[in-house]
């Protein structure tokens, strides 16, 4: 065939469309909309409830703002203020201080009763449902009955450390001992949503994997470390991503068992936005705050993300 002439392809790409069929562009078009169709029931409050506030939030940053006068535009002076104030180190360190001790608490907490409930024991029904019932527990109940228990003058805990001559710290009164208080309160709390989710991978994974290990000679710590710990890594990944993000964004449990005392031990990012906003009439730095936690647990999410490559297992 020489090269002027005309291959098939080209003629039949020349050819109109067929009767009755409709042109590939319309086609997609229709597609598109069909799932926008079905998209809108959680495309609208998203959108409506989420994207729009982070706007909103974003322009209200640059302005000097107190809720009642018109917002005056101050550019990125905010986040310059924030940076240079000793108040946001402070309570992005408290916000670590409480992550670090959280994390590990429950997880390993979490994982304990998913190896314990997943055995064959009478009524595990029953003991699964009373682990969970705290997470659907309203946060400020929790926190009331963890102030009662944790007081330092007739608490129960310190009533208990009293009678094996423990004398009990001052918990949520003294410096150093609230924020601890708050991770106690917040992990038990959580033990539950932990143990649920490990409990799910657990019961994922295949027993010939156990059984082929027990052939090899493998004993329990050995089956646990290398078939229980890598197949569970994609279960761990998903609770370690949820509670980092839920532990940068600490505040239910903070502001009704501490408020943030004594003497700011322990204040959150979270609480030092809204006290920005609604005790000091500060709502353009509190959104520049909100935004500078929010490139935080970003950059902290796309790590983790970036790095499960390295440890997450998937089978």
Excluded: C
């Amino acid at each position: 065939m020489s090269p002027s002439a005309p291959s098939l392809l080209d003629e039949a790409a020349s050819d109109p469309p067929a009767p009755g069929r409709r042109p590939r562009g319309t086609r997609r078009w229709r597609y598109a909309l069909t799932v926008l169709a079905f998209l809108l029931p959680s495309a609208i409050p998203l959108a409506l409830f989420v994207l729009l506030p982070m706007a909103s939030a974003a322009w209200i940053s640059l302005t000097e703002w107190n809720l009642i006068t018109e917002p005056v535009f101050v550019g990125v002076d905010n986040f310059v203020a924030l940076v240079a104030d000793p108040r946001t180190a402070a309570v992005f360190g408290n916000t670590l201080y409480y992550i670090v001790g959280y994390l590990p608490l429950v997880y390993i907490g979490g994982l304990l009763l998913a190896l314990a409930l997943n055995q064959a024991l009478k009524g595990r029904a029953l003991w699964r449902g009373i682990y969970f019932l705290p997470v659907v527990t309203s946060w400020i109940a929790v926190a009331i009955v963890w102030r009662w228990l944790l007081n330092p003058n007739n608490g129960v805990v310190n009533t208990v450390l009293a009678w094996f001559g423990i004398d009990g710290p001052g918990w949520w009164t003294d410096p150093a001992w609230s924020m601890p208080s708050v991770i106690i309160a917040s992990a038990w709390k959580d033990l539950g949503f932990v143990m649920v989710i490990l409990l799910a991978g657990l019961q994922a994974i295949n027993p010939d994997l156990y059984d082929a290990a027990k052939v090899d000679g493998a004993g329990a710590w050995s089956r646990f470390r290398n078939v229980t710990l890598p197949m569970l890594s994609p279960s761990t990944f998903f609770v370690v991503v949820i509670s980092l993000i839920n532990g940068f964004q600490v505040f239910d449990q903070v502001y009704a068992m501490t408020g943030g005392g004594p003497a700011g031990s322990s204040q959150v990012v979270v609480q030092q936005i809204y006290d920005l906003t609604f005790r000091y009439g500060q709502a353009g730095e509190a959104s520049a705050l909100s935004w500078m936690l929010f490139a935080v647990i970003l950059g902290v999410t796309v790590v983790q993300i970036l790095g499960q490559k390295r440890w997450v297992h998937y089978a």
